[in-house]
């Protein structure tokens, strides 16, 4: 187990989408941590001028500026792991179809890390229509879907550069359709991995507090935080166990972990009904690949399931296990 904090890494955008969640996983993590370029610092704060302040002040905020963190092992994998999507001609369909393009700051393109690298893969997406010139000159205008690949990639890519920080960084989304419809885009046969997928669906593990002021839940937390962190540890590891095991011994042991996660489950929905008695439900699940690097590769992961990848692109070959936690908030208990 890493002694480093277990940090929720939201993506794919600079800020959450719905700020009324973030709340639920401050039980879950010992904090949340943001992408923002340093040009946007200000943006959480003017987006969310109620949340953000307050788990900064409270030490629960992280910002993360790409122009810093991104280290050159990240920028090199990100522009090796696009070019091998745009070199197999998945993207070119999107160039077909007029849409508005979503800005993407040069820093999560990897300039600051290797600019050489960054040009390149910047040079790329505007020869296939996928970027165009910038406008300001500390962004450009991106597709959406490939400005999403490059951001789905990116909570893969940086863990190591978090470790590096003291932090285990588990990426984290209440946008699942992204993945999906990323999927459903990059699925051809001449991609397909052998990385081995788990999953868990999302499921109820206790009420929605976003409407709990901050110093309740905070209380909450202090008596039953470890609860919900071994909820999501175990999730966790639900992903790690997979690569540790052959064909014949991974259903067994995927089974039993299903159970432990039930049973924990049902111990945090009860903390959080003794203490709110009502209220709608808080969902958490996982998703990932686990596959070893060496004989894996980096878009294995994303296209057998969406959760991106790590470790692959990196100097080392390294075992690593690719997952995201998915959640959403006034979900149906189970």
């Known amino acids: 187990m890493s002694p480093n904090p277990d ?11 719905h700020p009324d969640r973030i709340k639920n996983l401050l039980l879950f993590f010992d904090g949340v941590a943001l992408l923002v370029p340093s040009y946007m610092r200000g943006k959480p704060f003017r987006t969310d001028p109620d949340l953000a302040p307050e788990l900064q002040e409270r030490g629960l905020l992280r910002i993360l500026e790409p122009e810093t963190f991104m280290t050159r092992d990240a920028a090199v994998a990100l522009g090796r792991t696009m070019g091998q999507v745009l070199a197999s001609g998945a993207l070119d369909q999107l160039a077909r179809t007029p849409t508005q393009f ?4 040069f820093s999560r393109l990897g300039y600051m890390a290797d600019e050489t690298v960054a040009r390149e893969l910047y040079e790329e997406l505007r020869r296939r229509n996928l970027a165009q010139e910038t406008r300001d000159g500390l962004s450009v205008p991106v597709h959406p879907m490939a400005r999403s690949l490059v951001l789905v990639l990116l909570a893969q890519l940086l863990r190591p550069a978090g470790r590096q920080k003291g932090l285990e960084l588990c990426p984290a989304t209440d946008r699942p359709e992204i993945h999906v419809a990323l999927r459903e885009l990059l699925s051809l046969p001449t ?8 999953s868990l669906d999302a499921r109820a593990v206790g009420l929605d507090v976003s409407h709990v002021p901050i110093n309740e839940l905070l209380d909450f937390r202090k008596a039953n935080g470890k609860l919900y962190r071994k909820y999501a540890r175990t999730l966790r590891e639900f992903v790690r166990d997979a690569r540790r095991k052959d064909s014949a011994a991974r259903i067994a042991a995927l089974r039993d972990r299903r159970t432990e996660i ?10 959080s009904r003794r203490a709110w008695r009502r209220g709608s439900a808080f969902a958490l699940g996982v998703a990932g690949a686990a596959w070893k690097a060496s004989q894996g590769d980096v878009l294995g992961a994303l296209l057998a399931l969406g959760a991106g990848a790590a470790g692959a692109e990196f100097k ?3 075992d690593t296990g690719a997952y ?3 959640f959403a908030a006034k979900a149906k208990f189970d």
């Open 7 to 17: 940090i929720a890494f939201y993506y794919p955008n600079p800020i959450w989408t």
């Open 102 to 105: 979503h800005e993407l700051s």
């Open 191 to 198: 991609l397909v991995s052998a990385a081995h997928v788990v």
């Open 262 to 271: 039930r049973d924990l489950g049902s111990d945090v929905r009860a903390a």
């Open 316 to 318: 080392r070959s390294v």
């Open 324 to 326: 995201s936690y998915i």
